[in-house]
């Protein structure tokens, strides 16, 4: 049986990174897939990029990640673009926008937030409809399984039995109409939807960093045996809000804050 480790959202996290890496490796895993925004929010961006690089056999983009590393971005308009410089930059923003495989079976694809945009989101658990990303909502998750353009893909492709995405920063599989849906949740800023936030006593539960395993026969279209494993992992949170704190990184404060209580 093959294992596939996947996950999202590490955003300059590098503490919550190389927890999650050497949980990974002490399973026996060596493919390790990123489902995109590997910058903004955290102190290390640069690190971050580095190690998944140096891990990770497939970087997908994100929409963090278009924002902050696209061409021609002035010196100084973002901070996490300063910090990673050009080359790290050009790299990510060249990351393709999806990927795709067969495990036992399944086609599995995986984006980071859709397959109509980087921002467009199904949210089986919080409406949205009060934030800001209300006109991006995708309320049929059928909508996931689709051959879009922006993914490249046409109605002559196959659609796929599996999706798997991040964004959302909180993890979830579940099924629907014969298919299954998975989110791998962040890596570097977990988030915990609907809960009490720094009233929350038990948010040490929430703040854990998550990632999927998947577990089947890597590349065969035959129908065999294939697991979803969510993992959280506590990582060592002081370490990573001293780095913040020994930054120069703007609304620094409000990164902590969501650290300390898994709450955006």
């Given at each position: 049986m093959?294992?596939?480790?996947?996950?999202?959202?590490?955003?300059?996290?590098?503490?919550?990174?190389e927890?999650?890496?050497?949980?990974?490796?002490?399973?026996?895993?060596?493919?390790?897939?990123?489902?995109g925004d590997?910058?903004?929010?955290c102190?290390?961006p640069?690190?971050?990029?580095?190690?998944?690089?140096?891990?990770?056999?497939?970087?997908?983009?994100?929409?963090c990640?278009?924002?902050?590393?696209?061409?021609?971005?002035?010196?100084?308009?973002?901070?996490?673009?300063?910090?990673?410089?050009?080359?790290?930059?050009?790299?990510?923003?060249?990351?393709?926008?999806s990927?795709?495989?067969?495990?036992?079976?399944?086609?599995?694809?995986?984006?980071?937030a859709?397959?109509?945009s980087?921002?467009?989101i199904?949210?089986?658990?919080?409406?949205?409809?009060d934030?800001?990303?209300?006109?991006?909502?995708?309320?049929?998750p059928?909508?996931?399984f689709?051959?879009?353009e922006f993914?490249?893909?046409?109605?002559?492709?196959?659609t796929?039995?599996?999706i798997g995405?991040?964004?959302l920063?909180t993890?979830?599989?579940?099924r629907?109409?014969n298919?299954?849906i998975?989110?791998?949740?962040?890596v570097g800023?977990?988030?915990?939807?609907?809960?009490?936030?720094?009233?929350?006593?038990?948010s040490?539960?929430?703040?854990?960093?998550?990632?999927?395993?998947?577990?089947?026969?890597?590349?065969?279209?035959?129908l065999?045996s294939?697991?979803f494993t969510l993992v959280r992992?506590?990582?060592d949170?002081?370490?990573?809000?001293?780095y913040?704190?020994?930054?120069?990184?703007?609304?620094?404060?409000?990164?902590i804050k969501?650290l300390?209580?898994?709450?955006h």
């Open positions: 093959d294992k596939i480790a996947i996950l999202s959202d590490v955003h300059g996290n590098i503490t919550a990174l927890t999650v890496i050497s949980d990974i490796e002490k399973r026996g895993i060596n493919k390790i897939y990123c489902l590997s910058v903004i929010k102190a290390n640069d690190k971050v990029i580095d190690l998944l690089r140096e891990k990770c056999e497939v970087i997908l983009l994100g929409n990640d278009e924002i902050i590393c696209k061409p021609g971005i002035e010196l100084g308009r973002f901070w996490s673009r300063d910090k990673i410089g050009e080359e790290r930059a050009n790299f990510i923003y060249n990351c393709p926008i990927h795709e495989f067969y495990l036992s079976g399944h086609l599995i694809r995986l984006f980071h859709s397959p109509i980087l921002e467009h199904f949210n089986p658990m919080f409406p949205n409809s934030s800001i990303y209300f006109n991006k909502l995708i309320t049929n059928e909508d996931l689709k051959n879009t993914i490249g893909k046409t109605k002559k492709d196959p796929p039995d599996v995405y991040g964004h920063h993890p979830n599989v579940f629907f109409k298919k299954t998975f989110n791998v949740g962040s800023v977990p988030v915990e939807m609907m809960n009490d936030g720094d009233k929350n006593t038990e040490k539960f929430s703040t854990m960093s998550s990632y999927m395993i998947l577990e089947g026969e890597l590349n065969s279209k035959q065999s294939i697991s992992i506590p990582y949170i002081k370490k990573e809000i001293k913040l704190e020994q930054s120069d990184m703007p609304n620094k404060d409000i990164i969501s300390q209580t898994a709450n």
